[in-house]
């Protein structure tokens, strides 16, 4: 992150011309002692001074200050990876407000605004109470909204509006989720094929390769998550939800996603089991959740995205175009901790509190998540 410094500026540019702080002093009117005041971080010069200063060394005002409005990609993936392991270890409140004064500081830098954004969102429910969370998806609403609406990446706009409607959503806002989703783009095509077309033409068949992959990767990613949502359209149709069950079962076994992106799984598995309370079938709920368990204390831990034999060009992918590369957007802990909590703080799963499957399971997860 960058702090202002323009003590070190000046001797740099100063050192740059071959000029000596008594020549600087004469050329803009003070004594050498304040010169060298400034160089030491003892003292500012007059905000008056600062045009002056920057003409001098053919420079811009915000370079002479040291000032940087934006962060680069690594100092925000960085920043972000610090600010989530902080959120498993440190008091909740401090690192919120670290994250607020942080988008105070780089408010217009929208890539750092939106992460910021997806960081309050996804550790809101460590808030101290529900009044607590309400004001976090609030300000992680207004981030997203302003990145929506200022930023002037395509994509970076596209990922801001689903968390600014998720964030409605979650505030109980919907008609104003459905004002900004509708209507709902229908693109032409994906423009992986005709970037890959264009990468072969100029001889270049590994790049083309790893863009088809990562776009099938994508189409993939955005097929499972449609899933939960449609399951729980189905329920006043037990054998239409049965088969949407089977079809999401076949599609993750032939891309083999418990060891390609297991995380996706957990909230799919989740909905299916509580779908099948809901329907009163306990059993099918249980087996659900053995799944669920069963991949939870597998070795997929540190879980990370990447790629796997059929996808063996998508690491690289994901390194360069991920803001946060293969790493997952919370603290190992705390996803363990939530995955115990899905089970055993889960209104849905009450009434298998004294099943004896049900409560081997949760301790099996609980034992999970303590590293046993």
Not at 30 to 45: I, Q
Not at 204 to 210: C, F, L, M, S, V
Not at 260 to 280: E, N
């Amino acid at each position: 992150m960058k702090e202002m410094n323009l003590g070190r500026i000046l001797i740099e540019n100063r050192h740059k011309r071959g000029i000596t702080q008594e020549e600087l002093a004469t050329h803009i009117g003070v004594s050498k002692g304040a010169v060298s005041k400034w160089e030491t971080n003892s003292s500012l010069p007059d905000i008056s001074l600062l045009p002056q200063l920057a003409s001098y060394f053919d420079i811009t005002i915000d370079e002479l200050i040291g000032y940087e409005p934006q962060m680069e990609k690594e100092e925000i993936k960085k920043l972000y990876l610090r600010l989530s392991k902080d959120f498993s270890v440190l008091p909740f409140d401090d690192v919120l407000a670290e994250c607020l004064e942080t988008a105070k500081k780089y408010y217009s830098c929208y890539p750092l605004l939106f992460q910021l954004g997806t960081l309050l969102i996804n550790h809101a429910a460590q808030a101290s109470n529900s009044e607590q969370v309400t004001q976090i998806m609030e300000k992680a609403l207004e981030w997203c909204h302003r990145v929506r609406t200022e930023a002037d990446e395509p994509n970076l706009q596209k990922e801001a509006l689903l968390m600014e409607s998720f964030c409605l959503l979650q505030l109980q806002r919907p008609a104003e989720a459905i004002d900004i989703l509708e209507p709902v783009e229908m693109q032409a095509g994906s423009p992986e094929p005709l970037l890959a077309s264009a990468y072969r033409m100029t001889g270049n068949d590994q790049e083309a390769k790893k863009i088809l992959q990562a776009g099938i990767y994508k189409e993939i990613m955005v097929l499972l998550d449609l899933f939960p949502s449609y399951l729980n359209l189905c329920l006043n149709d037990t054998e239409q939800f049965a088969e949407a069950c089977e079809r999401f079962y076949r599609i993750a076994d032939i891309f083999q996603m418990k060891t390609l992106h297991p995380s996706i799984l957990f909230g799919v598995y989740i909905t299916i089991a509580q779908d099948w309370m809901a329907l009163g079938n306990t059993e099918q709920a249980l087996d659900v959740l053995m799944q669920y368990t069963e991949l939870a204390v597998s070795d997929i831990y540190p879980l990370h995205l990447h790629g796997d034999k059929f996808f063996n060009l998508l690491d690289e992918w994901l390194e360069g175009e991920l803001v946060l590369g293969s790493f997952p957007p919370r603290d190992e802990t705390l996803i363990r901790h939530s995955i115990t909590q899905a089970l055993s703080e889960n209104p849905a799963f009450l009434p298998l509190a004294n099943n004896p499957r049900f409560q081997a399971m949760v301790d099996r997860l609980r034992a999970n998540e303590e590293g046993k």
